[in-house]
């Protein structure tokens, strides 16, 4: 009589709890991985040994509408086809940072994480070096390999 | 182990007496139209549970009302369960809080000592009404919409304030974004409260004084 009653239990309580469970869960299960080569103009366009921004924007559905989110990058010529491109975003908690010229680091205005021009953690709590971008140059002109997801 | 926990937390909370006072009570010879109560009880945490559910993803605005309801029954796992438990429940709901009516009614059970349970019953039916009539206008496609242009023009032809009712059922003038924000507040915050109240209210008298039994041929 017990072992019928648990087993009935725990049935209804899986068809009652299970899809409640999945439905909360949903967004979350679905996971999209996203890739793109971004074009960043023309090569010519950056200065040489001068980290300088670009922004680009990303959309995505979620749910019933569209996200815009933005993202930075910033190019670091070294002549020639040479050249680096870093993301913007710090790698302790996802804020972005900026380059500072007299300091000659970026600079996390959020936990005051430094990075040096190679993108090297030089001072505070970042655990990373900036990403990297993969990069790719056709016709004279820069893409990077966006990952996502 | 398990007992000593139990009779811990008893000792303790006193669950035996409300477990003796609420279900083991005398009642008189009762029949199935008895358990409609109990049925609209059942139905009112079912929508309560089921409406939960779907506030996580519905958004009571214009943008976005008709496409996070599509969201929720292609988007995601188990959305046309949940919504479809919600839609039917509202209808059983209000058939079953009706005929609970009829029954006290022609069983002629709301009389002395239980007026007051009668009253709170109307009173809750009303509410029942007024989730149906709320509730209608949240998916917020033609028929919602339509629906409730009818709905409160009906209201409007009362006399003398008729538009005054109007106006403030719409919000104003149209049939607008401030119409489907105060539907949807008053479809999940104000009426359910109210019935909350209603019902804890409702319950206690029908502990307190008791039900009375089916009447006999000479009464």
């Given at each position: 009589m017990k072992v019928v009653l648990a087993f009935l239990g725990t049935v209804m309580g899986a068809v009652v709890g299970l899809p409640a469970i999945s439905y909360l869960i949903s967004p979350a299960a679905r996971v999209q991985k996203k890739e793109a080569w971004i074009p960043l103009g023309p090569?010519?366009?950056?200065?040489?040994e001068v980290p300088t921004p670009f922004s680009f924007t990303r959309t995505t559905v979620n749910g019933w509408e569209k996200t815009v989110n933005s993202h930075g990058a910033y190019v670091v010529r070294k002549g020639g086809n040479e050249l680096k491109v870093y993301s913007n975003m710090c790698t302790h908690l996802s804020c972005r940072v900026t380059w500072k010229d007299d300091l000659h680091e970026y600079i996390c205005?959020?936990?005051?994480?430094?990075?040096?021009?190679?993108?090297?953690?030089?001072?505070?709590?970042?655990p990373q070096p900036l990403y990297e971008y993969e990069t790719k140059i056709e016709a004279g002109n820069l893409f990077i390999h966006f990952v996502e997801g | 182990m398990v007992d000593k926990i139990l009779v811990w937390v008893d000792e303790r909370l006193g669950l035996t007496g409300i477990y003796n006072t609420v279900f083991d009570r005398k009642i008189p010879k009762t029949n199935w139209?008895?358990?409609?109560g109990s049925a609209s009880l059942f139905l009112f945490v079912l929508q309560g549970l089921t409406g939960m559910f779907l506030a996580v993803y519905y958004v009571p605005s214009p943008d976005h009302a008709y496409n996070s309801v599509q969201y929720i029954m292609d988007g995601v796992a188990f959305g046309w369960l949940i919504r479809g438990?919600?839609?039917?429940?509202?209808?059983?709901?209000?058939?079953?809080?009706?005929?609970?009516?009829?029954?006290?009614f022609y069983y002629a059970a709301y009389k002395y000592p239980r007026e007051i349970t009668w009253l709170t019953g109307v009173l809750l039916l009303l509410?029942?009404?007024?989730?149906?009539?709320?509730?209608?206008?949240?998916?917020w496609n033609q028929r919602a919409y339509w629906a409730t242009t009818v709905g409160t023009e009906i209201a409007a032809t009362a006399p003398f304030i008729g538009d005054f009712i109007l106006r403030?059922?719409?919000g104003g003038y149209d049939l607008s974004a401030v119409t489907l924000?105060?539907?949807?507040?008053?479809?999940?915050?104000?009426?359910?409260?109210?019935?909350?109240?209603?019902i804890g209210v409702h319950l206690y008298l029908v502990i307190r004084v008791g039900i009375s039994a089916i009447p006999k041929e000479d009464e």
């Open positions: 090569l010519e366009n950056y200065p040489v205005p959020c936990h005051d994480g430094h990075f040096d021009a190679e993108g090297r953690v030089a001072l505070g709590p970042p | 139209w008895f358990t409609l438990i919600h839609h039917w429940g509202a209808s059983a709901m209000v058939v079953v809080v009706f005929i609970h009516m009829l029954r006290t509410a029942t009404l007024g989730m149906g009539f709320t509730g209608y206008l949240l998916p403030v059922l719409r924000a105060r539907f949807f507040a008053v479809h999940i915050w104000f009426l359910p409260a109210i019935m909350a109240a209603l």
